[in-house]
């Protein structure tokens, strides 16, 4: 429930801070357990689902480990 509302919370921050002008890149960090449950759910990696996406040449994934 924490990653739910840290993710609530990142993504209303970046949508305040941007517009439809703005350009540049804007970085969401997606909880291990949303990615996983993708995985799961759809049998398709997150990356796999945004290539396949209409927004493929306008979003990213990229994960980062400890």
Same mark, same amino acid.
């Given at each position: 429930?924490? &990653? %739910?509302? &840290?993710? +609530?919370? &990142? %993504?209303?921050?970046?949508?305040?801070a941007t517009n439809s /002008? =703005?350009? #540049? +890149?804007?970085? *969401?960090?997606?909880?291990?357990?949303? *990615?996983?449950?993708? &995985?799961?759910?759809? #049998?398709? /990696?997150?990356?796999?689902?945004?290539? =396949? /996406?209409?927004?493929?040449?306008?979003?990213?994934? %990229?994960?980062?480990?400890?």
């Open positions: 429930m924490e &990653d %739910f509302l &840290d993710l +609530l919370r &990142d %993504f209303e921050i970046k949508k305040r /002008s =703005s350009e #540049g +890149l804007v970085t *969401i960090k997606l909880p291990l357990v949303l *990615i996983e449950l993708v &995985d799961e759910c759809k #049998g398709l /990696s997150m990356t796999k689902i945004v290539q =396949s /996406s209409r927004y493929a040449n306008k979003a990213h994934i %990229f994960v980062n480990r400890l």
